[in-house]
């Protein structure tokens, strides 16, 4: 099998590149990736010790697609992932470019190829305005999804694949709702065989948390180097929830998946890691304090981001009863296997993440 991850040096990229390596000894995994996320060169070499192929390149520019070697299978993970990206000057293109044009010539690619795609999109292309609006209950530490919902595909186990998109939902999801579309219509129209798995909060090592996307990492790699943390909005108490996915158990779905992917024309599945694996900010904060032994000055500011949810927990009730899969790896077992990472690497991650 000869498969190509774009963004193959980014957090989910080389994850899922090595744990291909590891469990298909003889398959060649070629990552695309123009290193533009800080810290994608540290994975750069992580990728390489494991036998992964490394090309130089850009999905915003066609002809970088003409140096790859013809490949079976294309998981598509390059990408400006953050929710905020795109408002400021010069951002915008980069963001319309990389996420949306990286993945039409991405489909250009896989239609060249006859290759198989998988997609990664986000649970953001659900709108904020009516996610911010469901109706939640809040104990001291955290927010929870009220049993009696008014909107269809929202229930307290969190949010399916049906709930209305209709609305606001960031450019970040804009891109990559516009992305979607493309590859269910490049599916049926030249049986391009594609699945695309709308993800929640994923994360695990090799995450380059910053203050706008990779918060799990953010938060243990505060504490570890005691730096300064806030919480933002909805009272200014850390109650805001989210399911969290390790990236291994994002793999181990990924391994049912390309078993039938042949037989898919862009199916939707919202993956997370449920009700089970989510946590608040404000228990992450007790959480990350426990593992490293750092208690830390955290501020607090009371008004909401544009934009940002007091809740989101993904219903992986469709994505369980297609392929028999639910999430394995507790959010207590993900931060271990955090701080475990920043801890041995912490020579090269000091500058990028404290
Ligand atoms: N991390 C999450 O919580 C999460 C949640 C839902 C969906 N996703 C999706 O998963 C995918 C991977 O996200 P991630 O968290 O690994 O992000 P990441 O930033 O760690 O990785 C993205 C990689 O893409 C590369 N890249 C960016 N622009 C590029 C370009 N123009 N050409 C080639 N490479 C480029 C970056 O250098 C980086 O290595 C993205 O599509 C993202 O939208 C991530």
Not at 67 to 79: G, H, Q, Y
Not at 197 to 225: E, T, Y
Not at 265 to 281: F, M, T, W
């Amino acid at each position: 099998m000869k498969i190509l991850i774009t963004g193959g040096c980014g957090f989910v990229g080389s994850n899922l590149a090595i744990l291909f390596k590891q469990h298909y000894t003889s398959s060649e995994v070629y990552c695309l990736d123009n290193l533009s996320r800080k810290g994608s060169e540290i994975n750069l070499q992580k990728i390489l010790s494991y036998g992964c192929f490394f090309v130089h390149g850009d999905v915003r520019i066609k002809t970088d697609f003409e140096r790859l070697t013809k490949v079976d299978l294309i998981i598509d993970a390059a990408a400006e992932p953050s929710v905020l990206a795109g408002k400021n000057t010069g951002e915008l293109e980069n963001l319309i470019d990389t996420n949306f044009n990286g993945t039409i010539n991405t489909l250009y690619y896989a239609k060249k190829c006859s290759a198989e795609i998988i997609f990664l999109s986000t649970s953001r292309v659900y709108p904020y305005d009516s996610l911010a609006k469901v109706n939640i209950t809040s104990t001291l530490k955290r927010f929870h999804l009220s049993q009696n919902q008014e909107i269809i595909g929202i229930s307290e186990k969190g949010i399916s694949e049906n709930y209305p998109l209709n609305g606001f939902r960031s450019l970040y999801g804009a891109t990559k709702l516009s992305s979607e579309y493309f590859i269910q219509e490049f599916s049926e129209n030249f049986g391009i065989p594609a699945i695309i798995n709308r993800c929640g909060v994923l994360s695990g090592p090799n995450q380059m948390g910053k203050i706008d996307q990779g918060v799990i990492v953010l938060w243990m790699a505060k504490h570890f180097w005691k730096g300064n943390l806030g919480y933002i909005g909805f009272g200014g108490l850390g109650q805001q929830v989210r399911d969290v996915l390790h990236v291994r158990d994002l793999f181990n779905l990924i391994q049912l998946q390309i078993k039938n992917l042949s037989l898919k024309k862009g199916e939707i599945y919202n993956v997370g890691g449920g009700i089970k694996n989510s946590i608040s900010l404000a228990e992450l904060t007790e959480s990350c304090s426990q593992i490293t032994g750092n208690k830390i000055n955290i501020s607090s500011i009371s008004e909401n981001r544009q934009g940002d949810l007091p809740i989101y927990i993904t219903n992986n009730t469709l994505i369980n009863d297609i392929y028999g899969w639910k999430p394995e790896i507790s959010i207590d077992q993900l931060l271990h296997d955090i701080y475990n990472w920043i801890k041995k690497d912490q020579l090269f991650l000091k500058s990028i993440l404290s």
